[in-house]
Each structure stands twice: as C-alpha cells, then as structure tokens.
C-alpha cells in the first residue's frame, strides 16, 4: 500500500487561505469518508485537527476545514497565521487488510 | 485527560527485537472502545501506521510489518507494549503510541504519546 500523495510543501501569506491535496486510490480515500489531518510542529508529536473528513475536534479552530472529492481529500487553512507553520499530513482507513495509510506529508510555510 | 508516555531503549542493535511501552493515565486502558496504536516516523519522513490493539486484546498489524510484529496488553499496568524483531536500521524512528477513540473521533488518532526515538545501530 503505498502513502497517499501530498504536495511537498505549500505557503501563503498571513490572512490568506491554502489548501492542501492528499491524493489516495479508490480503495482508501475513495472508499471511505475517515480521512484524518495532522499538524506536527518541529519536535512535536502531531495534533489531530480534522476527522472523518470534515469534523473537527473540540478546541481546533474553524479556521481549519476538510473536504474530499473522489480519491482526493483536501485540508484548507483560512486567514494563515504564523503558529499554523508546520507539517501536515492526512491518513486515510483502507479497509481491514492495510488499515491506515498515511499521507507524505507537506511543510506550510507562513511568508 | 488521558495521557500517553512512550518508554524503551533508545539503542537497539541489528537483528535484535525492539521493546517498547506506552503507559496510559487518566483513564483506564480497557474502558470505553478504544483502539490503541503504535505509530513511527523516522527523522525528516512521514508517517507509518504499525499497528493497533483493541480493548478486547484482539490486534491488527500493517501488513508489510506484520511478521515482525506484536502488540500486547497488561491492563493491570494500563500499559500496552510493541515488540519488532530482527530489525535494521531501516526501523531507525521515533516511534508514537495512539489513541483511537470509536466513541469521539472514529478512526483517526486523537491523543498521542510524546514520542520516543529507538536508534538500530552497533
């Protein structure tokens, strides 16, 4: 199974909004609307910040939304703020023989 | 607040099995539906999905893993273990335990440990 594909990096300005792709097959994105986004800060573990590809858990701000459409699940960031600078990756359930797969991941940076 | 701790040797060397644990507080390790995982990311890549237990004991492995691999529980502890045997220094990572919560946030990782680097050298 490989990773769901994800732009190596993506910036914006501070106010601005960015979206970024993640790109599965029809047997994991496609298949199922349980895809998860993650932000991680250098050192950090990630941070859940968007599941079932729209939902957000309590004390994420709604700045931050999920979308899909076919085998591409999308995360937009809204009014880009200088602690949203990070890495980001989705994951995406694949059924019960591979699981979870992961996105490549992809570095926002804040100009 | 439940909270997650990564703990093991921070060397291991080739061709021997990598031990770790993940020790769960605030909140029971059986309680609930949950599904507790064990999630690595080598330095400067992404992430990959090892595996994962559930309340009831019963475990799923990344098939490309899973030979290598076993998750196990010591709800006495309220800790769960990985053990990965004959590794390489291709299972150079910081290695994360995880939360699934099929209560909350259904099938992503919402509560995640702080991580713990395992280095497979000689």
């Known amino acids: 199974q490989s990773a769901l594909t994800q732009p190596a990096s993506v910036s914006g300005s501070p106010g601005q909004s960015i979206t970024i792709s993640c790109t599965g097959t029809?047997?994991?994105?496609?298949?199922?609307?349980?895809v998860s986004w993650y932000q991680q800060h250098p050192g950090k573990a990630p941070k859940l910040m968007i599941y079932?590809?729209?939902k957000r858990p309590s004390g994420v701000s709604n700045r931050f939304s999920g979308s899909k459409s076919g085998n591409t699940a999308s995360l937009t960031i809204s009014g880009l703020q200088a602690e949203d600078e990070a890495d980001y990756y989705c994951c995406s359930y694949a059924g019960s023989g591979t699981f979870y797969v992961f996105g490549t991941g992809t570095k926002v940076t804040v100009l | 607040q439940v909270q997650l701790q990564e703990s093991g040797p921070g060397l291991v060397k080739p061709s021997q099995t990598l031990s770790l644990t993940c020790s769960v507080s605030?909140?029971?390790?059986?309680?609930?539906?949950?599904?507790w995982s064990w999630i690595r990311q080598p330095a400067g890549k992404g992430l990959e999905w090892i595996g994962r237990?559930?309340?009831?004991?019963?475990?799923n492995y990344n098939p490309s893993l899973k030979s290598r691999v076993t998750i196990s529980v010591d709800t006495s502890k309220n800790q769960f273990s990985l053990r990965l045997s004959s590794v390489t220094a291709a299972d150079t990572a910081i290695y994360y335990c995880a939360r699934d919560d099929r209560a909350g946030a259904a099938f992503a990782f919402d509560i995640w440990g702080q991580g713990t680097m395992v280095t497979v050298s000689s």
């Open positions: 237990l559930y309340t009831s004991g019963s475990t």
């Open positions: 029809s047997s994991d994105v496609g298949s199922y609307n349980l």
């Open positions: 079932e590809v729209t």
């Open positions: 605030g909140g029971s390790i059986s309680s609930g539906i949950y599904y």
